[in-house]
Nanobody, 122 residues
Framework: QVRLVESGGGSVQAGGSLRLSCVAS???????VAWFRQGPGKEREGVAS????????AYADSVKGRFTISRDNAKNTVYLQMNSLKPEDTAMYYC????????????????WGQGTQVTVSS
């Protein structure tokens, strides 16, 4: 059973930055680790994913050029660097992992963290 723990959320003003961390009990090297977010009254959406084995990233169009996903395999950690934050980025951010699949579809992921809140004010 893979356990994921997110941290790094908080409240920032528009234009600010945050770095989220996801520490995994076991890090997949075939599948991916991904970040999803869900704001109040909104559907869960994929933000970014990465394959820890290859470092290959994928991003939602809404965050391209602003967010960067990376990994430190020695620390079993995946990061999400969020720059130029906008109020519409406000959401609960979840880390997810699957041992075989990649992408930004939530149904492809088996393991989920508890979430960390990101709030961006105008």
């Amino acid at each position: 059973q893979v356990r994921l723990v997110e941290s790094g959320g908080g409240s920032v003003q528009a234009g600010g930055s945050l770095r989220l961390s996801c520490v995994a009990s076991v890090l997949t090297y075939r599948g991916c680790v991904a970040w999803f977010r869900q704001g109040p009254g909104k559907e869960r959406e994929g933000v970014a994913s990465i394959n820890p084995g290859t470092g290959t990233p994928a991003y939602a169009d809404s965050v391209k050029g602003r967010f960067t996903i990376s990994r430190d395999n020695a620390k079993n950690t995946v990061y999400l660097q969020m720059n130029s934050l906008k109020p519409e980025d406000t959401a609960m951010y979840y880390c997810a992992a699957d041992q075989a699949r990649c992408g930004l579809s939530a149904q492809w992921y088996t393991y989920w963290g508890q979430g960390t809140q990101v709030t961006v004010s105008s």
